[in-house]
């Protein structure tokens, strides 16, 4: 696969996105009598960057993007496809602390949109999931994401426990997300090269890919609350990272 192509995006949210960041965009439709304010807010914004504006009507929005609800505002824009899993090295030599979400089999374009959006505002450097028996970059992932799968490198991997295990030759520790860990998310030091892992929707972590983590951790909920869905968990732990990192951060300069 390239790292750019042609695609439509629907619904305000990931239009105005792709205005204010990454994609380029070739065109912008508008359904026929909307002129809402929203609508005029798109318009204007793409006059100002050089994007056409068209009219069309709403039948012809729903034959370009059948599956996903745009609200009327559909674009035609470069975006990123999916990296092809020999990239995985040289993404990630690319940057200077870099670190990688796993995702094990997230079926629902809703969650990996989510994911996708938490791991690019946690700066984290890609994000690998399985070829098959998982959602991949699909018009409704894109919308969820928001702009994100233009900003953090999404790699589909033939077997993600052989890729999770080149990763620990490479350096990484990988650490797994799971409810029934013993160790608290909050009471263990992350390490610095990390591949944090979660779970699908259907069953969490495969033993599989359990077996590949380092260690696994879990979040603490209070006794009614059996689990977190997987983009609310991975956020929680990602930013933890995150905060983790920056103390270490601090701390190597002082």
Known sequence: MTEAGQACIGGFHAVEAALGNAPTLRRIWLAEGRDDARARGVADEAARQGVPVERAPM?????????????????????????????????????ERPWVLALDQVQDPHNLGACLRTAAAAGVSAVIA?????????????????????????????NLARALGRLQTDGYWVVGLDAQAPASLYDTALPERLVLVAGGEAGGLRALTQRQCDGCVAIPMAADVESLNVSVATGITLFEAVRQRAMAGTTSTD
């Open 130 to 158: 399985p070829r098959k028996r998982a959602a991949g970059l699909s018009p409704a992932v894109r919308k969820v994401a928001a702009g994100a799968a233009e900003r953090v490198p999404f790699v589909p991997v033939t």
């Open 59 to 95: 039948a012809r929005l729903d034959k370009l993007l059948p599956e996903v609800r745009h609200q009327g505002c559909v674009a035609e824009c470069e975006i990123a496809q999916p990296r092809r899993d020999s990239e995985l090295p040289a993404i990630l030599e690319a940057v």
